[in-house]
């Protein structure tokens, strides 16, 4: 499988890390000598069905896929229990914690600036602050009603679902390194995957994917 994505954690560090703890054989942009200087030439080809990244080229029967929570599920389906989940209930658990991860990111976006959209003003830190003193926590207090042990919500700690909630709070550590503080068992779970060496592999820039650099930005401070 070869996996397309921008130099960005952002959308491709769930599926990134999913591939690298899978153990199925896959390729990343380094191993693949693909560059973002690249993109718009695979746009213009059509493949991308969305003609977005990021994009898994499956090599079998399904094609070439978009959407990151499309690759993730694919790559559990692919890799089997581990990542999909031991039985119904962690599957289901699995598919709950990607959609809350997506729902964050989403969240996140509308406040944080990023490396493509600058700090509007201060008009917009009445929105940030309220994403960080009020969404996060109330969402955290749910996550950790539903982790299991401070090892994680399923018996491995990395499924499919695990891995895309991880890619997110990860991204918001790297804003603000104390906001999981008020969810003690999410942030055990994540301190523990976070030191995971196939975690590592891919956070650290040395799996196939190669480098991957903050899509999120931390905002000025207030004057």
């Known amino acids: 499988m070869e996996f397309y994505y921008f130099p960005l954690f952002a959308r491709g560090l769930g599926p990134a890390l999913c591939l690298e703890i899978s153990g199925l054989k896959?390729?990343?942009?380094?191993?693949?000598?693909?560059?973002?200087?690249?993109?718009?030439?695979?746009?213009?080809?059509?493949?991308?069905?969305f003609g977005q990244l990021p994009m898994l080229r499956t090599g079998g029967l399904a094609g070439s896929?978009?959407?990151s929570i499309a690759i993730v599920n694919y790559v559990a389906r692919k890799a089997g229990s581990a990542l999909e989940g031991t039985d119904d209930r962690e599957m289901a658990l699995s598919q709950m914690l990607m959609s809350e991860a997506d729902d964050l990111y989403s969240q996140l976006g509308k406040a944080q600036p990023t490396m493509y959209a600058a700090w509007k003003g201060e008009a917009s830190r009445e929105a940030l602050n309220a994403f960080w003193d009020v969404t996060l926590p109330a969402h955290l207090v749910k996550l950790d009603a539903l982790c299991a042990t401070d090892k994680g919500f399923t018996a491995t700690g990395a499924t499919a679902g695990e891995l895309q909630l991880f890619s997110m709070l990860y991204q918001?550590?790297?804003?603000?390194?104390?906001?999981?503080?008020?969810?003690?068992?999410?942030?055990?779970?994540?301190?523990?995957?976070?030191?995971?060496?196939?975690?590592?592999?891919?956070?650290?820039?040395?799996?196939?994917?190669?480098?991957?650099?903050?899509?999120?930005i931390a905002a000025p401070s207030a004057e």
């Open 26 to 49: 896959w390729k990343g942009p380094k191993e693949l000598g693909w560059s973002a200087a690249e993109w718009g030439a695979l746009k213009a080809s059509g493949e991308p069905p």
């Open 172 to 216: 918001m550590t790297l804003i603000r390194a104390e906001c999981l503080a008020s969810a003690p068992k999410v942030a055990a779970w994540f301190a523990s995957l976070s030191v995971d060496e196939r975690v590592k592999t891919v956070t650290s820039g040395a799996s196939s994917f190669g480098d991957m650099g903050p899509y999120f």
């Open 65 to 67: 896929l978009s959407q």
